[in-house]
């Protein structure tokens, strides 16, 4: 029989682990992706650790492996699932965890441009026509000619210089839309140097926790309200 575990508290462990396996097939993650997703984890892992320290919890049993868990949890579910935030709710509340890096500027590929906003951000910047052209994955949307590393990143002032147009990706990072349409979702760029995405999923990671340890100590479901 295997061993209850902290996160079973919060959803069943068969079921996790189909949906874990389902995202991790639908992105058809490389070995590549997959080691950036363990780095990603074990960086998320050693701010958990500080945060929610297991020796706290002693008396609930709450293991270094707990924390993992959660973590993993953190990383494909939305909180919405338990009554929580969404995913780009946390990340408009806490705009301030972007330390302007510029790694997503820098090494980002290809950037996407919605069709529907081509218009707009070459209106505002006629002399961007010449720097757009179709996307090489979608035809009918387009991407900027030179975008490893982003022309329009000024790596003097870490800041984009056509920041009030720049794409609707480039404004979500590093929140990525997937999904058909009218049942789009954000998920989470999960990449190790990004200080955004490692709080954001840290941040969900000590909500999962703390609900799964309240659950464990009063025996009770639901989000507190």
């Known amino acids: 029989m295997n061993q209850f575990r902290l996160r079973d508290h919060l959803i069943d462990g068969e079921l996790f682990e189909s949906?874990?396996?389902?995202?991790?097939?639908?992105?058809?993650?490389?070995?590549?992706k997959?080691?950036?997703?363990?780095?990603f984890e074990k960086k998320v892992l050693q701010w958990m650790r500080k945060k929610r320290p297991v020796k706290k919890y002693k008396k609930l049993a709450v293991k270094k492996s707990d924390l993992k868990d959660i973590i993993e949890l953190a990383d494909i579910s939305s909180l919405e699932l338990f009554q929580g935030p969404s995913n780009f709710e946390l990340a408009q509340i806490h705009s301030e965890w972007c330390n302007h890096c510029g790694k997503c500027c820098t090494q980002s590929s290809p950037i996407?441009?919605?069709?529907?906003?081509?218009?707009?951000?070459?209106?505002?910047?006629?002399?961007?026509?010449?720097?757009?052209?179709?996307?090489?994955?979608?035809p009918e949307h387009f991407q900027f000619r030179e975008d490893q590393p982003c022309k329009f990143h000024d790596s003097q002032k870490k800041r984009c210089s056509i920041y009030d147009t720049r794409p609707q990706v480039c404004q979500n990072y590093p929140l990525m839309l997937i999904g058909s349409e009218g049942q789009e979702?954000?998920?989470?760029?999960?990449?190790?140097?990004?200080?955004?995405?490692?709080?954001?999923?840290?941040?969900?990671?000590?909500?999962?926790?703390?609900?799964?340890?309240?659950?464990?100590?009063?025996?009770?479901?639901?989000?507190?309200?």
């Open 112 to 138: 996407f441009i919605h069709c529907d906003e081509m218009k707009a951000i070459t209106t505002l910047n006629p002399s961007l026509k010449d720097e757009i052209i179709s996307n090489q994955f979608y």
């Open 34 to 39: 997959q080691e950036e997703i363990r780095r």
């Open 19 to 32: 949906i874990r396996s389902a995202a991790l097939q639908e992105k058809e993650w490389d070995e590549d």
């Open 185 to 225: 979702h954000h998920i989470i760029n999960l990449r190790h140097d990004c200080n955004y995405a490692t709080r954001l999923v840290l941040e969900k990671a000590m909500i999962l926790f703390d609900e799964a340890v309240r659950r464990k100590s009063k025996g009770s479901e639901g989000f507190r309200k």
